[in-house]
């Protein structure tokens, strides 16, 4: 492969060993932007001269032989909703398109204490609510495998820009698949982490300062190996919790991909999966078995799995909820109270509203504890589960009204929300999951598959992820994309 595919870890590795300055690599990146980006539309914020600036200070840094992190003198992109001081953070929503952020998020600030710096931002979809991306700031952004089709939802700018070679890293976010969608339809690699173990602050929008519940932000990237490199640097407490705990994730263990116990969930009644890709599922799991690794294709964990779903959509809703107005909220248990039960006035009935929301979330909160100890259940006895990410490969852009989306599924439409089923079943669960390429379809467009792990246990499925690479084989350029 060439310099734009390198890995991140191979390209800091050229700049530490001066093969390549950083302002050479960071205006080798800046010209395929300059090139390519105009049919995909996929680094929408742009921040060049000061990309160029960072890289001679990098350069710099290093003739006087100091080292200023892991990723010295690296360029990279971040998706659009991470606040960079000084850019743009709209979330794809035009009332926010003059909102410019003030300082840096989180992850942003420990990706620049490794030694990176940011060429720009990418697109997203508006509230980062859809499964493509595309919105009335920035335009569409297409797939570089195929430009009718889209790159996915929300980090859909992320991976399309790793996948044509545009950046050495990358990062976004997932609730409902936003990391692992992008990463299947592009070819390249996506961790969801744990929730809580990477601080969100600062992926937000003004006024919003706590964490999402099951919300997380990740690294997306083109090696395993990378990922890795990434959750080292941004995992940890955030800067409000730092005095009082740390985070120390295991590491992985096992050698081989023969030391693995392995469950394989190739395909749902509940979200029908196309048979190309419950056959590449399946193709997998035969030959891990081969390989000498304990592999079983009816383990599942022991929770009614409708009665799970139905939980995630539930805590789903209650999540995008928080982005109604204000006063659909002010009313306080207290308020409840004060009022005759006879009141029948506006006022009356939202307080006797937000008391019973209230009650209804406690009680799904607390049927998700059943659900995460079912996992952790299922994983003292497998270490992976390996399963689709959504339904199909990447498929045509539609912007028609969401109501009236479908997805042909195995020649029959499906309905298009019905594909977030593989996402939530693992997200409600707090649980991580590595999105792996497994190589291409039929029609040429990458399949990537999940591996899914323990609460806390992100190491050991990005170490899988590399392992399955050395086997089968990781990432691969999408043609046209060559120097």
């Given at each position: 492969?060439?310099?734009?595919?390198?890995?991140?870890t191979?390209?800091?590795?050229?700049?530490?060993?001066?093969?390549?300055?950083?302002?050479?690599?960071?205006?080798?990146?800046?010209?395929?932007?300059?090139?390519?980006?105009?049919?995909?539309n996929?680094?929408?914020?742009?921040?060049?001269?000061?990309?160029?600036?960072?890289a001679?200070?990098?350069?710099?840094a290093?003739?006087?032989?100091?080292?200023?992190?892991?990723?010295?003198?690296?360029p990279?992109?971040?998706?659009?909703?991470?606040?960079?001081?000084?850019?743009?953070?709209?979330?794809?929503i035009?009332?926010?398109?003059?909102?410019?952020?003030?300082?840096?998020?989180?992850?942003?600030?420990?990706?620049?204490?490794?030694?990176?710096?940011?060429?720009?931002?990418?697109?997203?979809?508006?509230?980062?609510?859809?499964?493509?991306?595309?919105?009335?700031?920035?335009?569409?952004t297409?797939?570089?495998?195929?430009?009718?089709?889209?790159?996915g939802?929300?980090?859909?700018?992320?991976a399309?820009?790793?996948?044509?070679?545009?950046?050495?890293?990358?990062?976004?976010?997932?609730?409902?698949?936003?990391?692992?969608?992008?990463?299947?339809?592009?070819?390249?690699?996506?961790?969801?982490?744990?929730?809580g173990?990477?601080?969100?602050?600062?992926?937000?929008?003004?006024g919003?300062?706590?964490?999402?519940?099951?919300?997380?932000?990740?690294?997306?990237?083109?090696s395993?190996?990378?990922?890795?490199?990434?959750?080292?640097?941004?995992?940890?407490?955030?800067?409000?919790?730092?005095?009082?705990?740390?985070?120390?994730?295991?590491?992985?263990?096992?050698?081989?991909?023969?030391?693995?116990?392995?469950?394989?969930?190739?395909?749902?009644?509940?979200?029908?999966?196309?048979?190309e890709?419950?056959?590449?599922?399946?193709?997998?799991?035969?030959?891990l078995?081969?390989?000498?690794?304990?592999?079983?294709?009816?383990?599942?964990?022991?929770?009614d799995?409708?009665?799970?779903?139905?939980?995630y959509?539930?805590?789903l809703?209650?999540?995008?909820?928080?982005?109604?107005?204000d006063?659909?909220?002010?009313?306080?248990?207290q308020?409840?109270?004060?009022?005759?039960?006879?009141?029948?006035?506006?006022?009356?009935?939202?307080?006797?509203?937000?008391?019973?929301?209230h009650?209804?979330?406690?009680?799904?909160?607390?049927?998700?504890?059943?659900?995460?100890?079912?996992?952790?259940?299922?994983?003292?006895?497998?270490?992976?589960?390996?399963?689709?990410?959504?339904?199909?490969?990447?498929?045509?852009?539609?912007h028609?009204?969401f109501?009236?989306?479908?997805?042909?599924?195995?020649?029959?439409?499906?309905?298009?929300?019905?594909?977030?089923?593989?996402?939530?079943?693992?997200?409600?669960?707090?649980l991580?999951?590595?999105?792996?390429p497994?190589?291409?379809?039929?029609?040429?467009?990458?399949?990537?598959?999940?591996?899914?792990?323990?609460?806390?246990?992100?190491?050991?499925?990005?170490d899988?992820?590399?392992l399955?690479?050395?086997?089968?084989?990781?990432?691969?350029?999408?043609?046209?994309?060559?120097?």
């Amino acid at each position: 492969m060439t310099l734009a595919f390198d890995s991140a870890t191979q390209l800091a590795r050229g700049i530490r060993d001066k093969a390549i300055s950083s302002r050479e690599l960071t205006d080798y990146f800046i010209a395929r932007i300059e090139k390519f980006d105009a049919d995909l539309n996929a680094v929408v914020v742009r921040d060049f001269d000061t990309a160029r600036a960072a890289a001679d200070a990098a350069d710099a840094a290093l003739a006087n032989g100091e080292s200023l992190g892991p990723l010295h003198g690296l360029p990279m992109t971040i998706k659009e909703s991470y606040n960079i001081a000084g850019l743009p953070t709209t979330w794809g929503i035009p009332e926010f398109k003059d909102n410019i952020a003030t300082e840096d998020s989180d992850t942003v600030a420990r990706y620049k204490a490794a030694g990176a710096h940011f060429l720009g931002k990418t697109n997203v979809p508006l509230k980062l609510a859809d499964f493509q991306s595309y919105n009335e700031i920035y335009g569409t952004t297409n797939n570089p495998w195929d430009l009718e089709r889209i790159p996915g939802g929300s980090s859909g700018g992320s991976a399309a820009a790793l996948a044509a070679g545009m950046t050495g890293l990358e990062s976004g976010s997932d609730i409902g698949g936003s990391i692992r969608n992008p990463a299947h339809f592009c070819g390249v690699y996506g961790h969801k982490p744990t929730w809580g173990v990477v601080p969100p602050q600062g992926h937000a929008l003004p006024g919003a300062l706590a964490p999402s519940d099951i919300a997380v932000v990740g690294p997306l990237a083109r090696s395993a190996s990378d990922l890795a490199l990434c959750m080292d640097l941004v995992a940890g407490a955030d800067h409000l919790n730092t005095a009082g705990w740390q985070l120390n994730l295991p590491r992985p263990t096992k050698q081989s991909l023969a030391d693995y116990r392995i469950a394989i969930w190739a395909d749902d009644e509940r979200a029908p999966v196309s048979q190309e890709i419950a056959d590449r599922v399946q193709t997998v799991g035969d030959r891990l078995a081969a390989l000498g690794a304990t592999v079983s294709d009816t383990a599942r964990p022991a929770f009614d799995i409708d009665k799970g779903f139905t939980n995630y959509i539930f805590m789903l809703n209650a999540v995008m909820a928080a982005g109604l107005p204000d006063e659909a909220f002010e009313a306080t248990q207290q308020e409840v109270a004060a009022l005759d039960p006879h009141d029948e006035s506006d006022e009356a009935q939202m307080a006797r509203a937000a008391v019973q929301h209230h009650r209804t979330w406690l009680r799904g909160n607390h049927f998700r504890e059943h659900l995460r100890m079912a996992w952790r259940a299922f994983f003292d006895d497998w270490d992976i589960l390996i399963c689709p990410q959504t339904a199909t490969t990447a498929f045509a852009h539609d912007h028609s009204p969401f109501e009236t989306r479908t997805l042909t599924v195995n020649n029959e439409a499906q309905d298009y929300f019905k594909q977030i089923f593989w996402a939530g079943i693992i997200t409600i669960g707090y649980l991580p999951s590595t999105v792996f390429p497994t190589g291409p379809s039929r029609d040429g467009l990458p399949i990537g598959l999940q591996a899914v792990g323990a609460e806390f246990n992100d190491y050991q499925c990005i170490d899988f992820a590399r392992l399955m690479a050395d086997e089968f084989g990781g990432f691969q350029p999408p043609p046209g994309y060559e120097d």
